[in-house]
């Protein structure tokens, strides 16, 4: 039998913003599908009108489109409830979806009943028992059917591919609500039609639903379809190891405008919770390359914001111009990003150093010996070749010339050239800088 084709589905509810956990599952399942050469769809949960919004649609896509995670396609459930109709006919006829009737108060009761008895809270299947006679009764009183699914009691097993093997016992499960009265729909049953009709391969989630996908398989099964393989991934918790839920759920937004680069982001998201280092990775194949669900654990990952903030440093090294070039101030070329992309921590800090080159800089206040010095310093500007690294020319040229060394030698030029005390290496700053501004500031710094 051939394997069939890879087709992960990210899907997030349009009820508020991405964070950091869900990116991490969109990123997961993109992972896969590129892997794999499959397809990657977006899917948007938005079964819940009253609480979805079209703003939040529309962010969702472009979080996604700004890291780079582009979907394949996309689906909307809210465009699909003729085929929950369809296929929920399918369950009733087989008798596996049928009609309840209690208030959620009759409900908590029952709950509360069962736990004084030091029993499973679980739904009582009172519903079943009805007569046609007493449906109908309770229905010209006026109340209208939630529907619940209904489980065969069977044991639940599956090979998570994160988790490993799984087993959960299908008597010791409430049969899920699948259906509200006023027509409206749950989260488990579409979730299962849309992954049959979308022929999802892998569905790649938090491992917050893994008991979820214990009630899944069996609508997997009524509905006639072979399951998907599954894959629930350990929680994102804060660097102080607990399960603060602010470590997943700081949003994109805030990580945007904080500079950090979608590619560092990626490299840190693909890496947590692996077997695999955390390190830069400039380029998103590598990320693909490197993708094995067998390399991530089952103890929760740990998101650093700091962590976050030293590989965006350390991936701005590694940015070729190219990556970077259409989010630069006008001005970039080549040697200049090749020459200030060292001291970057985030890319925003590009311009300021670009106004170290281009000027103007704040003229240093110099004693008379170092006044005395840019003067020399000024002339023999003069002098270089200008073709052949200036830089080691001028300090050698001024160290013969004066005696200085070291930090006598070399600050006060960095101060004279750029207003600054530390910054991009003199040597690679002095050509863009240029013969003529480099003589302007010295002779300036002599006062
Ligand atoms: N909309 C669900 C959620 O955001 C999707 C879960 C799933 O991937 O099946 O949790």
Redesign the pocket.
């Known amino acids: 039998m051939s394997v069939p084709p890879t087709i992960t589905r990210f899907?997030?509810?349009p009820t508020g913003r991405l964070h950091v956990g869900?990116i991490r599952t969109a990123l997961v399942c993109w992972l896969a599908a590129r892997a794999a050469r499959g397809t990657f769809m977006l899917r948007i949960?938005d079964t819940d009108a009253a609480r979805s919004t079209e703003e939040n649609v529309e962010a969702i896509r472009a979080d996604l489109d700004w890291l780079g995670l582009v979907p394949d396609g996309e689906v909307r459930q809210s465009d699909r409830f003729a085929l929950y109709e369809a296929a929920f006919e399918t369950l009733h006829a087989a008798g596996r979806v049928y009609p309840c009737y209690e208030s959620e108060e009759a409900l908590s009761v029952k709950r509360r009943i069962a736990r004084g008895r030091g029993l499973p809270p679980i739904y009582d299947r009172a519903a079943l028992k009805l007569t046609a006679a007493e449906r109908h009764a309770l229905e010209a009183g006026g109340a209208t059917p939630h529907w619940r699914f209904k489980l065969d009691g069977a044991p639940i097993a599956w090979d998570d591919l994160v988790r490993g093997p799984q087993k959960f016992d299908g008597a010791l499960i409430s049969d899920p609500v699948v259906r509200r009265a006023d027509g409206s729909w749950l989260?488990l049953l579409p979730?299962v039609i849309d992954d049959i009709d979308m022929k999802v391969s892998h569905?790649v989630?938090g491992e917050d639903?893994v008991s979820n996908t214990a009630v899944q398989l069996q609508m997997f099964d009524a509905l006639g379809a072979a399951a998907p393989q599954f894959a629930h991934m350990a929680l994102l918790v804060g660097a102080d190891g607990k399960l603060s839920k602010r470590a997943g759920a700081i949003g994109v937004g805030a990580i945007r405008e904080e500079g950090i680069e979608p590619q560092a982001l990626l490299a840190l998201l693909a890496r947590l919770g692996t077997s695999d280092p955390v390190v830069p990775v400039g380029d998103s194949r590598d990320l693909i390359a490197g993708f094995a669900f067998g390399h991530m654990g089952r103890a929760p990952a740990r998101f650093d914001p700091a962590e976050l903030a030293q590989l965006n440093a350390r991936t701005l090294h590694l940015l070729p111009f190219n990556a970077v070039r259409d989010r630069l101030p006008a001005g970039f070329d080549e040697p200049t990003w090749a020459a200030i992309r060292p001291n970057l921590t985030t890319l925003a800090e590009a311009a300021a150093l670009l106004a170290t080159i281009e000027g103007p800089i704040a003229t240093p206040a110099f004693d008379a010996d170092d006044k005395a010095y840019s003067a020399q310093a000024a002339g023999l500007a003069e002098t270089l070749d200008w073709s052949a690294a200036p830089w080691a020319q001028l300090t050698a040229a001024l160290k013969a010339a004066t005696g200085r060394k070291g930090k006598s030698l070399f600050l006060p030029l960095r101060l004279a050239l750029t207003g600054a005390s530390h910054g991009p290496e003199m040597a690679a700053l002095l050509p863009l800088i240029g013969r003529d501004r480099t003589i302007e500031r010295l002779r300036a710094a002599a006062g």
Do not use: E, I, K, Q
Request: aromatic content about 10%; glycine content about 0%; hydrophobic content about 20%.
């Open positions: 899907a997030p509810s869900n949960d989260y979730s569905v989630r639903h």
